[in-house]
Protein backbone atom coordinates (compact mmCIF):
# COMPACT_ATOMS: atom_id res chain seq x y z
CA UNK A 1 0.00 0.00 0.00
CA UNK A 2 1.07 3.62 -0.80
CA UNK A 3 1.41 6.02 2.45
CA UNK A 4 2.20 9.27 3.40
CA UNK A 5 2.88 10.29 6.84
CA UNK A 6 3.65 13.13 8.29
CA UNK A 7 4.80 14.85 10.89
CA UNK A 8 6.06 17.91 12.40
CA UNK A 9 3.16 20.28 12.83
CA UNK A 10 2.17 22.43 16.09
CA UNK A 11 1.42 25.77 17.47
CA UNK A 12 4.25 28.47 17.05
CA UNK A 13 5.07 31.79 17.71
CA UNK A 14 4.70 34.59 14.69
CA UNK A 15 8.34 34.86 13.59
CA UNK A 16 8.82 31.20 14.63
CA UNK A 17 10.01 28.26 12.65
CA UNK A 18 8.63 24.45 12.42
CA UNK A 19 9.79 21.70 9.72
CA UNK A 20 7.51 19.28 8.42
CA UNK A 21 8.35 15.91 7.39
CA UNK A 22 6.67 13.64 5.16
CA UNK A 23 7.75 9.92 4.74
CA UNK A 24 6.46 8.16 2.08
CA UNK A 25 6.40 3.87 1.40
CA UNK A 26 4.89 1.47 -1.39
CA UNK A 27 6.31 4.14 -3.98
CA UNK A 28 9.73 4.43 -6.10
CA UNK A 29 9.90 7.78 -4.33
CA UNK A 30 12.75 9.00 -6.27
CA UNK A 31 10.67 9.00 -9.23
CA UNK A 32 7.74 11.05 -7.74
CA UNK A 33 7.25 15.11 -7.82
CA UNK A 34 7.28 15.90 -4.02
CA UNK A 35 4.60 18.50 -2.76
CA UNK A 36 3.54 20.76 0.40
CA UNK A 37 -0.23 21.86 -0.25
CA UNK A 38 -2.16 23.68 2.33
CA UNK A 39 -5.71 24.18 3.50
CA UNK A 40 -6.71 27.20 6.17
CA UNK A 41 -10.24 26.93 7.38
CA UNK A 42 -13.17 28.44 4.59
CA UNK A 43 -10.47 28.20 2.11
CA UNK A 44 -9.68 26.31 -1.33
CA UNK A 45 -6.60 24.09 -0.75
CA UNK A 46 -3.31 25.93 -2.40
CA UNK A 47 -0.04 24.48 -3.84
CA UNK A 48 2.58 25.56 -1.10
CA UNK A 49 6.08 24.09 -2.87
CA UNK A 50 6.74 21.38 -4.83
CA UNK A 51 10.07 19.46 -5.77
CA UNK A 52 10.41 17.54 -8.66
CA UNK A 53 12.22 14.09 -8.82
CA UNK A 54 15.33 16.63 -10.72
CA UNK A 55 15.59 19.03 -7.70
CA UNK A 56 13.73 21.47 -9.00
CA UNK A 57 12.06 24.02 -6.75
CA UNK A 58 8.80 26.14 -7.18
CA UNK A 59 6.78 27.93 -4.41
CA UNK A 60 3.44 30.04 -3.62
CA UNK A 61 4.26 33.47 -3.80
CA UNK A 62 3.14 34.26 -0.42
CA UNK A 63 5.72 31.75 0.90
CA UNK A 64 8.69 32.83 -0.92
CA UNK A 65 12.20 33.05 0.83
CA UNK A 66 10.76 32.24 3.73
CA UNK A 67 10.03 28.40 3.39
CA UNK A 68 12.44 25.91 1.52
CA UNK A 69 11.66 22.07 0.60
CA UNK A 70 13.66 19.57 0.37
CA UNK A 71 14.00 15.79 -0.46
CA UNK A 72 16.02 13.11 1.02
CA UNK A 73 15.31 9.87 -1.60
CA UNK A 74 17.32 7.54 0.41
CA UNK A 75 14.89 8.26 2.86
CA UNK A 76 12.02 8.46 0.91
CA UNK A 77 11.52 11.92 2.57
CA UNK A 78 10.34 15.36 2.09
CA UNK A 79 10.73 18.23 4.19
CA UNK A 80 9.42 21.68 4.58
CA UNK A 81 11.37 24.20 6.41
CA UNK A 82 9.14 27.07 7.49
CA UNK A 83 10.49 30.07 8.94
CA UNK A 84 9.72 33.74 9.92
CA UNK A 85 5.75 32.01 10.30
CA UNK A 86 2.82 34.45 9.99
CA UNK A 87 -0.40 33.97 11.07
CA UNK A 88 -1.86 33.41 7.67
CA UNK A 89 0.60 30.60 7.56
CA UNK A 90 -1.94 29.05 9.92
CA UNK A 91 -3.61 25.47 7.81
CA UNK A 92 -3.23 22.25 7.78
CA UNK A 93 -0.63 20.86 5.59
CA UNK A 94 -0.78 18.01 3.27
CA UNK A 95 2.01 15.84 1.62
CA UNK A 96 1.36 14.99 -2.23
CA UNK A 97 3.16 12.34 -4.36
CA UNK A 98 2.61 13.25 -8.07
CA UNK A 99 3.89 10.66 -11.26
CA UNK A 100 2.27 11.65 -14.79
CA UNK A 101 3.22 9.70 -17.58
CA UNK A 102 3.05 12.01 -20.51
CA UNK A 103 2.64 9.11 -23.38
CA UNK A 104 0.37 7.54 -21.37
CA UNK A 105 -1.41 11.06 -20.40
CA UNK A 106 -2.06 9.23 -17.19
CA UNK A 107 -1.07 10.65 -14.00
CA UNK A 108 -0.75 9.20 -10.37
CA UNK A 109 -1.25 10.98 -7.46
CA UNK A 110 -1.62 10.57 -3.75
CA UNK A 111 -1.67 12.52 -0.49
CA UNK A 112 -0.97 11.98 3.56
CA UNK A 113 -3.76 12.67 5.82
CA UNK A 114 -2.89 16.40 7.06
CA UNK A 115 -1.14 18.04 9.98
CA UNK A 116 -1.99 21.52 11.26
CA UNK A 117 0.25 23.96 11.75
CA UNK A 118 -1.30 27.00 14.00
CA UNK A 119 0.84 30.16 13.83
CA UNK A 120 -0.52 32.35 17.08
CA UNK A 121 0.78 34.52 20.09
Known amino acids: QVRLVESGGGLVQPGGSLRLSCAGSGITFKIYTMAWYRQAPGKQRELVAAITSAGSTNYADSVKARFTISRDNAKSEVYLQMNSLKPEDTAVYYC???????????????WGQGTQVTVSS
Open 96 to 110: NAERRIAVSERSYSY
